[in-house]
């Protein structure tokens, strides 16, 4: 009986993650979209430690408990004490925990079928397991693995512990010997039980996914990040699989099967081929091609931008990381309200990659309460720019690159960038001259009607309002 | 099985298509969330060590925790993002 009303509540799960992640896609009705995901997690939670059939000595109970409870405080607290611009940080560090959650239940179910210490005379042999159940077991951990060790890499890579792609030589190669190597390891499985092996793989399988990751850089991350998630979805499924449980198969194939084309619309929106991303980085070849073309660059003080601004009829806004990391969300939005009361026209725009993924930027800006509506897209802000006084690119870079449109050299050539050449007047904040997140010269700092305004973005755009409210 | 399989491919695609691109970082740590589903199989492979197997109970502890960690720090997140995108 008990078995039955489980089945229920699973269907009744799965039903959840669905209606909650396709409300999650429209604005007014994502967050009660992640409330419905959310509960349909907990009844399945719940009905799973409740409704197990079958006596359960109480010391497992208090560890489920226990894990829970420890899991659900330090997560809690992450989440609600993360600042916003380390949310990529946050969501692959996420990732990779849920991704040695599926490798540990691997292992587990492999000690169980393979036991250290077998009683006399019952070893189990391998081909009394079925090959459905040692393929699932293989995959989980693999899987699992490579992703777990994935996200650690990519999460202190944006964290900056890791600053620069590191790179091997040849290492398409080596990883593609290390490649074999699990598949070698892995049907040695189908033959021999043997605990040694298993850990083998394991060890094979966290390799592979730090070399996976670890020359990857730059742009390129949010794509990493995205392809993970499904590999964690994907895992999951094979949990699933294995224990013929339908919420973890639903859970796991849909977030495989949305993250995956999650992540072929951020290659779209960067026109990155996804292999060119695992396989190719940013920011190794592109200096030659740059070198040639830099001309003079010119200042403008913060006087004069104020100036320009305030008798400006429209003004827009580029918004990029450096905003973030120099917490310029709040300031900006000041500076915002200001030239609108002068009678200037604001508005932002967004590239689909600003920030670290793709509509980070929105959540940075949607913190700092910039109005929604304020914020437009990179395809209808495009043929805006001819008649825009002043652009004010503030912390973004590769976004407004015109090499990507110019220089079929150039790494990024393809991209499509906001067209910020075309205004009348081009301004930007920048710290110093250093290339973008991308690693790449942009051609547009010596462009004739470019200034560069230096300095902090936070100090700076706090000086332009004060200017701005003593015209 | 495989049934559901494909069909659980095609309700992925069909749920985020046409999302527009302000939504993609929270629908990203959402799913993110959700993948957290794991758990369910780390608390069915507890309920069924026997408990003098110190090893799995061990590396179940940990299975059921970082699967928790996923979860709740997933759905906590998205929410916050979310709660800000409400504001008007």
């Known amino acids: 009986m008990q078995h039955h009303i489980l089945s229920a509540i699973y269907i009744i799960a799965s039903v959840l993650f669905i209606v909650g992640l396709k409300m999650m896609g429209n604005p007014k009705s994502a967050r009660k979209g992640n409330l419905i995901s959310a509960a349909g997690m907990t009844a399945a939670i719940a009905g799973t430690i409740f409704l197990h059939e079958g006596e359960i000595s109480s010391i497992i109970y208090i560890l489920i408990f226990l894990a829970i409870l420890i899991g659900t405080v330090i997560g809690w607290l992450t989440a609600k004490r993360v600042q916003m611009t380390k949310i990529p940080e946050l969501v692959s560090m996420f990732n990779g925990m849920g991704g040695a959650c599926a490798a540990l239940i691997s292992l587990i179910e492999f000690h169980h079928l393979f036991p250290l210490h077998p009683a006399e005379g019952i070893y189990t042999e391998v081909s009394s397991v079925s090959t459905g159940t040692l393929v699932c077991i293989i995959s989980g951990l693999v899987i699992g693995s490579v992703s777990f060790a994935g996200s650690i890499i990519a999460f202190l890579k944006l964290n900056g512990t890791l600053e620069k792609p590191v790179r091997l030589p040849r290492y398409n190669y080596i990883n593609l010997v290390i490649l074999a190597f699990v598949v070698g390891v892995s049907i040695q499985l189908f033959f021999t039980g043997h605990v040694a092996v298993i850990y083998t793989l394991l060890t094979l399988a966290l390799l592979y996914g730090v070399l996976l990751v670890l020359p990857i850089g730059g742009a390129d991350m949010p794509v990493v990040i995205s392809l993970l998630n499904s590999f964690t979805g994907v895992a999951a499924a094979f949990g699933g699989f294995l224990y013929d449980n339908h919420v973890m198969l639903t859970g796991g194939i849909l977030v495989g099967s949305a993250g995956t084309l999650l992540t072929i619309v951020m290659c779209k929106a960067m026109n990155r081929p996804i292999m060119q991303v695992i396989f190719g980085a940013f920011g190794t070849h592109a200096s030659a091609s740059a070198a040639t073309a830099k001309g003079n660059v010119k200042d403008i003080s913060v006087a004069d931008t104020a100036a320009l601004m305030n008798y400006s009829r429209k003004v827009t806004i580029i918004p990029g990381y450096g905003l973030a990391v120099a917490q310029a969300q709040h300031a900006i939005h000041e500076l915002q309200t200001i030239l609108e009361d002068h009678g200037v026209e604001v508005k932002y725009a967004i590239h689909p990659v600003a920030g670290r993924m793709p509509g980070h930027m929105n959540v940075l800006l949607a913190e700092a309460n910039v109005d929604y509506d304020k914020l437009s897209e990179m395809d209808d802000i495009n043929p805006e720019f001819p008649n825009t006084d002043v652009v004010f690119v503030v912390g973004a870079n590769d976004v407004v690159n015109p090499a990507a449109k110019t220089d079929p050299s150039s790494p990024i050539y393809g991209m499509p960038i906001l067209e910020a050449e075309n205004a009348r007047n081009i301004i930007i904040n920048k710290r110093s001259m250093n290339a973008g997140y991308a690693g790449i010269d942009n051609l547009l700092f010596y462009n004739p009607k470019t200034s560069m305004l230096f300095g902090d973005a936070k100090s700076v755009i706090t000086k332009l309002v004060t200017e701005l409210k003593q015209m | ?88």
Do not use: C, Q, W
């Open chain 2, 1 to 88: 099985m495989i049934y559901f399989v494909i069909l659980s491919i095609f309700v992925g695609i069909e749920v985020i298509g046409g999302v527009p691109t302000v939504l993609h970082t929270p629908l990203m740590s959402g799913a993110n969330a959700i993948h957290g589903v794991v758990i369910v199989g780390a608390i069915f492979v507890m309920l069924n060590t026997s408990p003098d197997d110190y090893i799995s109970l061990t590396l179940g502890f940990f299975a059921v925790l970082l699967g928790t960690l996923n979860v709740v720090g997933g759905f906590v997140v998205t929410d916050r993002m979310l709660e800000m995108f409400k504001k008007k």
